[in-house]
């Protein structure tokens, strides 16, 4: 009954909200790093998990590691740099940049596979 309502909703919803949990956690990685505690510890910890669950309805509908682990994988790492420019005001490469654009362009291409 709840796997089945679970997949009731498109796992590109699923997907979404695992990178976006899972960004949050890297944003505390960071903060753990500028200031080690281990309460970040635990929170990150937790926070992952909740990543974690939230991947396991995306893949249980999908079905396929190959596209859905890679489209997870190219969500969070654009998320990642973004939050390392825009709030810790990290730079990227020229390369950088136009890793991004390709990462973001595979995205396309593997929803549509």
């Given at each position: 009954m709840i796997?089945?309502?679970?997949?009731?909703v498109n796992y590109i919803v699923w997907l979404l909200l695992s990178v976006l949990?899972?960004?949050?956690?890297?944003?505390l990685s960071k903060k753990f790093a500028l200031s080690?505690?281990?309460?970040?510890v635990v929170i990150i910890s937790i926070v992952y998990a909740i990543g974690t669950l939230f991947w396991l309805p995306a893949i249980l509908q999908k079905n396929e590691?190959?596209?859905?682990?890679?489209?997870?994988?190219?969500?969070l790492y654009v998320g990642i740099v973004s939050i390392g420019l825009i709030i810790f005001k990290e730079t990227v490469s020229s390369?950088?940049?136009l890793g991004i654009?390709?990462?973001l362009i595979s995205i396309i291409f593997l929803s549509l596979a």
């Open positions: 796997l089945k309502s679970l997949s009731s949990v899972t960004m949050y956690g890297d944003y080690p505690s281990w309460r970040y590691l190959s596209i859905v682990g890679a489209m997870w994988a190219v969500m390369f950088g940049i654009i390709l990462g």
